[in-house]
């Protein structure tokens, strides 16, 4: 049986005091270098960010944008509201699932996300919302973990993904860039620099 929203809702309010702790060695490693590469690729002046957790991304937003950021997780929020007021970074935060979103249709000139999808229960259904949500030749942009097109890691990664979903709620075996192409965007592509397990995913309405 696969988790629902407020299975994983819970094991991120779980974990949200501890979050930036766990990754943060991945994080000064890797992840770091590609979050600023994804925001380089942000551009118009209504930015919705999906999936702000603890706010990662402060450091990565543009000056001149008005954001909002969501998140599922009322504790991730707590976090990421006391990083916003200590930063002094211009957001506005709510409480908002992705898979339905309450804003209107074409609202936002970009909308993005990192190593969101990887918990999203009905995938496909969250990025039709990203879909509606942004504007007619806005863009989505991505940066997600995927599962590996070696067919032995793949392997790994689809025997341990149903602890790593107990643990942490997140899936390690998601097919996002399949997922993506599934949706009616004008042209999905993916950077260059992409390796064969992250990938920054660029989609255009």
């Known amino acids: 049986m696969k988790p629902n929203s407020d299975a994983i809702k819970k ?3 779980r974990i949200a005091p501890y979050f930036d702790g766990m990754e943060a060695v991945m ?9 600023k590469r994804l925001w380089d690729k942000a551009d118009g002046h209504h930015i919705l960010e999906v999936g702000v957790g603890t706010g990662k991304n402060f450091d990565y937003y543009p ?24 930063k002094q970074v211009n957001v506005e935060l709510d409480l908002m699932d992705v898979q ?9 000139d970009t909308v993005i996300a990192s190593f969101v999808f990887c918990s999203v229960p009905a995938p496909i259904k969250g990025l039709k919302e990203l879909y509606r949500v942004c504007k007619p030749g806005g ?11 070696n067919t032995v890691i793949a392997g790994a990664m689809n025997l341990l993904n149903p602890l790593v979903v107990t643990l942490v709620g997140a899936n390690i075996n998601r097919q996002t860039v399949k997922n993506v192409q599934a949706c009616p965007f004008s042209s ?14 660029e989609a255009r309405k």
Do not use: C, P
């Open 11 to 13: 094991r991120y309010d």
């Open 27 to 35: 994080e000064g490693l890797f992840f770091k270098s590609w979050r």
């Open 63 to 86: 000056k001149d944008a008005r954001i909002t950021g969501i998140d599922f997780s009322e504790k991730m929020l707590i976090e990421a509201r006391r990083k916003r007021d200590r």
């Open 100 to 108: 339905s979103l309450y804003f209107a249709d074409n609202s936002f």
């Open 139 to 149: 863009q989505v942009l991505l940066l997600e973990h995927v599962l590996s097109s």
């Open 188 to 201: 999905v592509r993916v950077d260059e620099h992409s390796s064969d397990i992250i990938k920054l995913i």
